[in-house]
């Protein structure tokens, strides 16, 4: 349309209302003003259709009952340009040319008289000028024959340009006016695309749950443009159960437009042609403030595809990407809150024990109850075997069992000091793996256990699902493994604190309120045991000759012989003094008599300066009347008593002696 054209006023914009007097008020109105519109020579260029639209119109219009067949009507432009007439010839005459050129030149009505082939003729060049400024615009000719019939001939052709410029004019205002509606109809279009875009930014704004925005996008394009194919490509670790939304592999999208879009942060627009049709494809970037989280693929006609709709549509993303990253925060909130509430209850629970075996129990069940695993196995470092040790296992198979340093999932942690996560174990040929395989397990995650900075041992939580555990479980694993950690290292301080306050710190036995309660324990829920009481001889006259602290020695050389003639499961403590006790659960006491004389020998072998021991063997089983701890140590002090009174050196069995 003409460039300067204005805008409606606001009269136009207004419904009519009351009665019809004010309506032709309105009409009146709106007549006046659309007569104030007009041309200017910025327009000119621009005029060619409009002066032969109007034409046609005149045409149609104009009264032929006079002399049509011997009159030649016609229309130029400023340049002098012929750009209507009702026959050809009249662009091939000089003459019409020449008049044409000095009506511009002198914007007055120019007349030509001559003659040619076909006789007399009369040429008439009116000039046409705008409404306003007066600004001429075009110039009407008309080529006369037989002029000298028509005296009126120049008033004839003065009103048939004045009926033009009105069919001009009719003309200019009809394609105003239809200009005006398109750009209404412009305007009511961006208003209704406004008023959606605001309601499914408020629908997104006002939940808070990601699936539920990505989900309100779907429809909302599916609703503005139903013909339109859609998907999401996200970037992140997210399962979906919305078919359209889909994970954005490099590999397999290469360097496509999704890819790009994604690199790049931006739309990209490609049209190309498909058959008989011409496809538009937008990569649209899912984004917030924090970052991309994917690319919204859309494919559809290139004639549904206007520039306000792309806009449209680039506006709903960018509103769709702040909402998303406002779910995603809020969404991430709640898991730190969830995962603060899960570490507190794994916390409680685990420091409720102080057992390791219990620690190891509870840790599994939790576990495996958090993640929702099908299987989970926990495994320990034994210092000493060097092995990794089963402590705890949903499956019956593993318990007991114990793996290499350098095999499996464990030896693998073990060598990286990393956790892991697989998504499909069927693929990954570079570890083989017991708890694997038994459990048929396709989704794993793993994780070290750290002891003051060491890996101690392994989590393994298993599943048959591929991709079944995500980034979130796997970092939440991490945290949880610490804590884990942290219960086990105290569990292991506790036993140590206990270890240590039983024992006694110079002979390394254990003290005599510890063996009391063994063997409480023992008779609790054993059939038998002995008592084996030692007292070294004479060991107040070694401290009086040789001194205290060489009697100290004396009475570790004595404890260290002790605890290497006895078995691994037999209890060695300081009963008090010089003397020594060794309960050795399920054995007699004939087979108690064989170690007590181990080690009187090896005292009066071994010890510097030489000392010889004295013994007592007491025995109870199940059977007897009265069982005791008491009971127990009384006897075998009277044996000792015994042995002591009889010469020393001795062993005496309650009530026999035996000599050495």
């Not at 060598?415 to 998504?423: A, F, G, K, N």
């Not at 949880?480 to 006694?504: F, K, P, Q, W, Y």
């Amino acid at each position: 349309m003409l460039e300067h054209l204005g805008s409606l006023p606001a009269s136009m914009h207004s419904p009519s209302s009351g009665d019809s007097a004010s309506s032709a008020a309105q009409r009146n109105e709106h007549a006046f003003w659309m007569q104030q519109m007009d041309i200017t020579p910025f327009d000119f260029s621009y005029l060619k259709n409009l002066l032969q639209q109007a034409y046609t119109d005149w045409l149609t219009q104009h009264d032929s009952n006079w002399s049509a067949s011997s009159a030649i009507y016609s229309v130029w432009n400023t340049e002098g340009i012929c750009v209507a007439t009702t026959a050809d010839e009249s662009m091939d005459r000089p003459v019409s040319g020449q008049t044409v050129m000095k009506c511009l030149e002198t914007r007055k009505a120019q007349s030509l008289r001559g003659s040619d082939e076909h006789g007399d003729f009369l040429f008439i060049a009116e000039p046409l000028f705008s409404r306003i400024n007066k600004d001429m615009f075009a110039v009407f000719t008309a080529f006369i024959y037989e002029p000298n019939r028509y005296e009126t001939s120049e008033e004839i052709v003065r009103s048939e340009a004045a009926h033009y410029r009105t069919c001009f004019y009719r003309r200019f205002e009809y394609i105003f006016m239809a200009d005006l509606l398109k750009a209404h109809e412009q305007t009511a279009r961006e208003e209704h695309r406004r008023s959606i875009l605001f309601q499914i930014v408020q629908r997104m704004h006002d939940k808070m749950d990601v699936d539920a925005i990505l989900d309100e996008v779907f429809d909302s394009i599916d609703y503005l443009y139903p013909t339109t194919h859609m998907n999401l490509y996200m970037s992140q670790d997210r399962n979906s159960s919305n078919p359209r939304i889909r994970p954005l592999l490099v590999h397999e999208h290469g360097e496509d437009i999704c890819l790009r879009s994604f690199k790049d942060g931006q739309t990209i627009v490609i049209r190309s042609d498909h058959g008989e049709n011409r496809i538009v494809e937008v990569g649209l970037p899912l984004k917030g403030k924090q970052g991309i989280y994917g690319v919204f693929h859309i494919q559809m006609n290139d004639e549904l595809m206007e520039e306000p709709d792309l806009q449209l549509i680039t506006v709903m993303a960018d509103m769709a990407g702040t909402a998303f990253e406002n779910a995603k925060l809020h969404e991430q909130s709640n898991m730190l809150i969830q995962e603060l509430r899960l570490i507190n209850d794994l916390t409680q629970r685990l420091n409720k024990s102080l057992h390791l075996k219990e620690i190891y129990q509870i840790a599994e069940l939790e576990l495996k109850d958090i993640f929702q695993a099908e299987s989970c196995c926990i495994l320990q470092l034994n210092d000493t075997t060097n092995r990794f040790e089963v402590m705890s296992s949903s499956i019956g198979e593993l318990r007991h069992k114990s793996f290499s340093l350098d095999y499996g999932i464990a030896g693998l942690l073990y060598q990286t000091e990393e956790p892991l996560i697989l998504s499909n174990y069927a693929q990954d040929t570079k570890v083989s793996s017991v708890f694997m395989e038994i459990t048929g397990s396709m989704s794993l995650m793993a994780s070290p256990i750290r002891v003051n900075g060491q890996v101690k041992g392994t989590i393994l939580l298993g599943h048959p699902k591929q991709q079944y555990f995500s980034y979130d479980n796997y970092r939440l694993l991490q945290m949880l493994s610490i804590h884990v950690g942290l219960a086990l290292s105290n569990a292991t301080l506790h036993a140590e604190v206990r270890r240590l306050a039983n024992l006694d710190m110079l002979t390394g036995l254990y003290v005599r309120h510890y063996l009391d309660s063994v063997i409480h324990e023992k008779q609790a829920n054993e059939f038998c045991g002995s008592l084996i009481v030692v007292d070294i001889d004479q060991f107040k006259q070694v401290n009086d000759t040789f001194g205290h602290q060489t009697g100290d020695q004396v009475l570790k050389q004595v404890s260290d012989i002790i605890k290497s003639s006895v078995r691994s499961d037999d209890i060695c403590a300081r009963w008090g003094g010089e003397e020594l006790a060794i309960y050795v659960p399920q054995l007699g006491i004939h087979q108690a008599l064989e170690y007590a004389e181990v080690i009187r020998s090896r005292v009066a072998e071994e010890t510097r300066p030489p000392v010889t021991v004295s013994s007592g063997i007491a025995e109870w089983n199940w059977m007897d009347d009265k069982v005791s701890v008491e009971s127990l140590f009384y006897r075998a002090d009277m044996a000792l008593y015994e042995a002591k009174n009889n010469g020393r050196n001795r062993i005496v069995l309650e009530e026999q002696e035996v000599t050495r």
